[in-house]
């Protein structure tokens, strides 16, 4: 069966950096494009990275760019989210979520299996 | 880009109906047949119930539906159970440039 597992998690200070991880297994993961979503302590949503099935192409949500790198390691079935001078509005828990048609990598037809979540909290 | 809007809360009796609203702009709900919607229970991940406006993903109950106006989408959830009371989010493709939004999300009560 499907499962993403994401690792990485924890306190950091303002400033520092953090890298997520997703394992993956029971899929193709080379063949699917996958994204990060992170849900702030009692909010929404938020939409925060793409990437390609082949890591062609990457894009992010504006107030990560520069800061957030995202990508993957299809040998290992891994995503990875490189979180790098983490602010306080970053402190959320952390879904990678796999799209649902692996023939569109951006996810147009939504998210069908996500992790657990990791939770980051960025404080001094 | 700012959040898509929902009501933030909406309940029904068991075996009532209720419909949840997500409204957006041209540039995203309105200027695409993407949108989707998740179902969120308290301390879990999101679950996907509708896609592509309307259609559900497989395993996902028929009385679960969506549609959606202009800039206007719906999820309506017929035949409320218990196990329908969740934080329902919806979410719209926006474009290259930035890609999804994510609505603000609905708490459903089952009373």
Redesign the interface.
Known sequence: QVQLVESGGGVVQPGRSLRLSCAASGFTFSNYGMHW?RQAPGK????VA?IWYDASNK?Y??SVKGRFTISRDNSKSTLFLQMNSLRAEDTAVY?CARV?DYRDS???????Y????TLVTVSS | QSALTQPPSASGSPGQSVTISCTGTSSDVGGYNYVSWYQQHPGKAPKLVIYEVSKRPSGVPDRFSGSKSGNTASLTVSGLQAEDEADYYCNSYAGSNIFYVFGTGTKVTVL
């Open positions: 979503v929404g949503l938020e939409w793409v894009y949500e504006d879904y649902r951006s996810g147009k037809g939504g998210f069908d996500w992790g657990q979540g």
